[in-house]
């Protein structure tokens, strides 16, 4: 799987959008993004995942650069519940279903 | 709908001795994966069970062992414990034909090695 780099914290205001950026310069092309975050003490959370389009849900959208090397996850209203470290993960299908975590970036939402 | 339940939620063990820790995954999955988090780190993928038999394996020794039932929960097994395999153990479900990195995480069970 490709090497993810992302920065290792972050903090944006409450109510204002939070843009986490990773880099994946490595990726090949049947590789998929995914995003998860995990909230203190408790175990990691599915957020969306992309292979080359835009995707948008509930919870985040994920923006793709066109050359695939990089990402970046929009909260659209950031708010405190939102505090977590987020982590970008690149995985194809050689990785069966393991999911290689790196360190995250961990955002702060301040009031 | 409950979603992925382990126990116990802490465990304090002593160097040398084995733990069991136990997980049923969410409603209508069927897979079940294992991580290890330690302090400030990534989770880190220990195994996977699907159809009673572990499929896949990250780069854990034998020590480590596992086992999943005919209704989907699972086990991990350590033996030997060391002081460094305390961590936080968590256990993901996932279902047959949904993305495989789509996975569902429970809370974890904190285990203590002294």
């Known amino acids: 799987d490709a090497k993810t780099t992302q920065p290792p914290s972050m903090d944006c205001a409450e109510g204002r959008a939070a843009n986490l950026p990773c880099n994946h310069s490595t990726i090949s092309g049947n590789e998929y993004v995914y995003w998860y975050r995990q909230i203190h003490s408790q175990g990691p959370q599915y957020i969306i995942h992309?292979?080359?389009n835009n995707e948008t849900n509930e919870m985040a959208s994920l923006i793709i650069t066109e050359d695939r090397k990089s990402s970046t996850l929009i909260l659209p209203h950031a708010t405190l519940r939102d505090t977590a470290v987020y982590y970008c993960i690149v995985r194809g299908k050689s990785s069966g279903d393991k999911l290689t975590f790196g360190t995250g970036t961990r955002l702060a939402v301040r009031p | 709908d409950a979603g992925v339940t382990q126990s116990p939620t802490h465990l304090i063990k002593t160097r040398g001795q084995q733990v069991t820790l136990r997980c049923s995954p969410k409603s209508g999955h069927d897979t079940v994966s294992w991580y290890q988090q330690a302090l400030g780190q990534g989770p880190q993928f220990i195994f996977q069970?699907?159809?009673?038999?572990?499929?896949q394996r990250g780069n854990f020794p034998d020590r480590f062992s596992g086992h999943q039932f005919p209704n989907y929960s699972s086990e991990l097994n350590v033996n030997a414990l060391l002081l460094g395999d305390s961590a936080l153990y968590l256990c993901a479900s996932s279902e047959v034909g949904r993305p495989p990195g789509e996975q569902y995480f429970g809370p974890g069970t904190r285990l203590t090695v002294t």
């Open positions: 992309g292979l080359k």
């Open positions: 069970y699907y159809e009673e038999e572990e499929r």
